[in-house]
């Protein structure tokens, strides 16, 4: 398993009386600073594709996940879930292509819509895939208190269409992205998929951390919220 330093709070937020369910949002270095401040200074990614293995602190079914990328070109990104590193043969768990909610804010990528409402299990080491994100600003944080999520991987593509995940240890800024996961917890029943509230409380929860964590230093949040 890969071994993550974490700092975890926990936060209860009331849901609107029709709600289901115990919503979770795990939070990694959300709310800290971005390492792109502005358009002209920004670092930007080189490759098509960037990645981390992250481990979920509890099961949960996937609803929403988000990043920032402190620069958005006019572009779209891809998100993919898998087991293990894809050229190392994991299994795609579940994909979406981001939403940019610009009245939230106006460099957050929101994936949602996931297909079959995938499970992810705590404990469980998944390989996050972003595509598409060449002369996209990084979505890293340079804070030195944040949380690391090392090797930062980057894909490679060779002759014949062969593809490979390299971990990238040159890169000049620390391996600390920005991210976060919104979804219900596995030990209650589902609601359908869509459903409004769970995205409208995932991003007014993001936007709820930005505060608290530009007063004080929290770097990994686990929300729950209780019908």
């Not at 401040?37 to 490759?47: A, F, S």
């Not at 949380?147 to 991987?153: G, H, K, S, V």
Request: with cysteine; hydrophobic share 45%.
């Amino acid at each position: 398993m890969h071994a993550i330093s974490r700092i975890a709070l926990a936060a209860w937020l009331l849901l609107a009386a029709n709600s289901v369910g115990a919503y979770v949002i795990d939070s990694i270095n959300w709310g800290l600073p971005s390492v792109c401040d502005n358009e002209i200074t920004c670092p930007r990614w080189g490759p098509d594709g960037v990645g981390w293995f992250y481990t979920p602190p509890v099961t949960f079914y996937l609803e929403n996940a988000a990043t920032d990328f402190g620069f958005r070109p006019p572009t779209s990104v891809r998100l993919s879930i898998y087991t293990d590193l894809p050229s190392a043969g994991g299994a795609l768990v579940a994909s979406s292509t981001a939403g940019h909610p610009g009245f939230i804010h106006p460099t957050y990528f929101v994936f949602g819509n996931f297909p079959a409402r995938p499970v992810l299990d705590e404990g469980q080491d998944y390989f996050l895939a972003f595509t598409g994100v060449t002369n996209v600003g990084v979505n890293l944080t340079d804070d030195p208190a944040a949380i690391t999520l090392e090797p930062l991987y980057i894909r490679r593509e060779f002759a014949g269409g062969v593809t490979t995940w390299e971990p990238f240890t040159n890169f000049p800024y620390p391996s600390k992205p920005i991210l976060s996961f919104g979804g219900l917890s596995i030990t209650l029943p589902p609601v359908p998929v869509g459903e409004p509230s769970t995205l409208w409380l995932f991003l007014a929860t993001l936007l709820a951390f930005v505060g608290v964590s530009s007063r004080s230093k929290r770097f990994r949040i686990r929300a729950s919220t209780a019908a």
